[in-house]
């Protein structure tokens, strides 16, 4: 009788425990960020094949990779046009030509605050260009380190890659960075391939969820690793990428490995410059589509609650 009463006081303790966590979650799930204006803005700069990304957090701006040195005229044009006087952050996510080409520019007209670059170089001149105009503005490179979070006006920055060293290529030193900006979410992932898509997820689990992703590697099959998309689940994917590019990007199959998933895709080389503009609660695309951020599925918060139950 004693065991049994115990045993119903366990049950009773679990649901209510239940009760209090779907409480919370929903008055989570409806907090709005009435405080966080629209003036959050992501901008996917087309510069052909390359990366060249312009995150906007109110008064501060961050920059995502330069473009190739052929790029740099309209990456630094680009940025004049939004009235960029200067960076509080830019970041080199890999040495590659495609993603620092045009950064030595940036670097040279636009105040710069912070540089964080991955701990390791490249014998190439575009790689010493840039270390020259960090040089001659007085700037030292900031290492990236796979957990440091950082501020840009309202939104929150955490770096997430690369959680290693001795890569044999240099597309899994990129740095790898989340934003978050009220309940919407978005992650740049460089050239980040499988090997640090695995590393992730071993660090980070299920906190890798995120509204917008943009793809690693310009939509090759080497990243956008069937694990790794689970997890970060995304309502939107957008592909770095180039016209005719020769090294057939967006590969086919991880085209069809996203519209699979329902997840929605935006593409340089067919849109042109994206803007993803966020008011804390859903993102806006130039288009006029637009996606609730932080969506909990009901599977989601199954797994929460197993979770907490088998802690117990
Ligand atoms: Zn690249």
Redesign the pocket.
């Known amino acids: 009788m004693k065991k049994k009463l115990k045993k119903n006081k366990k049950i009773i303790g679990i649901i209510l425990i239940a009760i209090v966590f779907f409480a919370v979650l929903k008055s989570q799930g409806n907090s709005e960020y009435e405080n966080l204006g629209d003036d959050f803005r992501v901008h996917y700069i087309d510069v052909g094949?390359?990366?060249s990304i312009l995150v906007q957090s109110g008064e501060e701006y961050m920059l995502i990779d330069g473009g190739k040195n052929v790029a740099a005229d309209t990456v630094v044009n680009y940025l004049k046009s939004q009235n960029v006087k200067k960076l509080k952050y830019v970041i080199g996510?890999?040495p590659?030509e495609?993603?620092i080409g045009g950064l030595d520019d940036v670097i040279d007209t636009f105040d710069v605050e912070n540089v964080i670059m991955p701990n390791v170089t490249h014998n190439t001149k575009s790689f010493e260009d840039v270390l020259d105009s960090i040089m001659n503005k007085g700037l030292t490179i900031t290492p990236a380190v796979s957990g440091e979070r950082y501020a840009l006006g309202d939104a929150e920055l955490l770096i997430l890659a690369p959680n290693g060293d001795g890569y044999k290529d240099l597309?899994d030193y990129s740095v790898v960075a989340r934003v978050q900006y009220g309940n919407t979410s978005f992650m740049f992932t460089?050239?980040a391939e499988g090997i640090s898509e695995k590393e992730m997820i071993d660090v980070y689990g299920s906190s890798l969820r995120t509204d917008v992703l943009k793809l690693g590697?310009?939509g090759s099959t080497t990243s956008t690793t069937n694990d790794f998309l689970e997890l970060v689940n995304p309502s939107v994917a957008v592909i770095?990428v180039g016209k005719d590019n020769t090294y057939g990007h967006p590969h086919k199959e991880i085209i069809e490995r996203l519209e699979k998933n329902n997840i929605r895709i935006y593409r340089t080389d067919l849109d042109g410059n994206i803007l993803a503009t966020s008011d804390g609660n859903s993102v806006e695309f130039s288009d006029g589509v637009s996606v609730d951020g932080n969506k909990d599925t009901i599977i989601d918060i199954v797994f929460k609650l197993f979770d907490i139950f088998s802690d117990m």
């Open positions: 094949q390359g990366d996510t890999h590659h495609d993603h597309n460089g050239d590697h310009h770095t």
